[in-house]
């Protein structure tokens, strides 16, 4: 089955700076990969995904890409800030409507 | 509020007693997957549901975990016999077939088995 590996497992930036969060997966018949940002004690929420058929996505200041070949996607959050703080998750799935295989999770810390 | 619900918030049983856990999809949304996260992990799937039809289940979903949904709205998750390692957030999201949407979750169900 699939695995997602995601690191590092933490992250501190200085407010202002950017962020960036890989992820690999396994699965070479994987073709959605969203990201997903969750508060403390909160549920997942949507940032932003990306399917295979592009290699880059922007909205505002968070874009990702997609490495197909070698089976890696990151996430660039640009001008962080405090809010940003958060847990990040990536996953993939073989479509958009199938289960998600997530990796752990990086925690990211903006400091102020 | 038109998001993903899910009933109740949180739950404290003992060990060996069976829990119900119900969730509300977004209205039209014809998949509905179950997932659990325990605490410094991702989610972890656990079962999923195209209108009432159960389409996968996890190999790592113990025969005491049943999950139905029987009219293609909302759908219940039961445990039988909870042990301490059930313990958990339930995570319930849901998606539409017809627009190829990603995967909306539900606020989660944190179980504590005692």
């Known amino acids: 089955g699939e695995n997602v590996e995601q690191h590092p497992s933490t992250l501190s930036v200085q407010e202002g700076d950017s962020a960036v969060i890989k992820c690999t997966y396994s699965?070479?018949?994987?073709?959605?990969f969203p990201w997903y940002k969750q508060e403390l004690g909160k549920r997942p929420q949507l940032i932003i995904d990306?399917?295979?058929?592009?290699g880059e996505k922007k909205d505002q200041r968070i874009a990702v890409t997609l490495n197909k070949t070698a089976k890696h996607f990151s996430l660039h959050i640009t001008e962080t800030q405090p809010e940003d703080s958060a847990v990040y998750f990536c996953a993939a799935s073989v479509g958009a409507n199938s289960k998600l295989t997530f990796g752990k999770g990086i925690t990211l810390s903006v400091r102020p | 509020d038109t998001g993903v619900s899910q009933n109740p918030r949180h739950k404290i049983t003992k060990r060996g007693q069976n829990v119900t856990f119900r969730c509300d999809p977004i209205?039209?949304?014809?998949?509905l997957y179950w997932y659990r996260q325990t605490l410094g992990q991702g989610p972890e799937f656990l079962t999923y549901?195209?209108?009432?039809?159960?389409?996968?289940k996890s190999r790592l979903l113990s025969d005491r975990f049943s999950a139905e949904r029987p009219k293609g709205s909302f759908s219940t998750l039961e445990i039988q016999r909870t042990e301490q390692g059930d313990s958990a957030m339930y995570l319930c999201?849901?998606?539409?077939?017809?627009?190829?949407?990603?995967?909306?979750f539900g606020p989660g169900t944190r179980l504590l088995v005692l």
């Open positions: 699965d070479s018949a994987s073709n959605y």
């Open positions: 999201a849901s998606s539409s077939l017809a627009v190829q949407e990603t995967q909306y």
């Open positions: 990306i399917r295979s058929n592009v």
């Open positions: 549901f195209q209108n009432e039809a159960q389409l996968e």
């Open positions: 209205s039209e949304h014809n998949r």
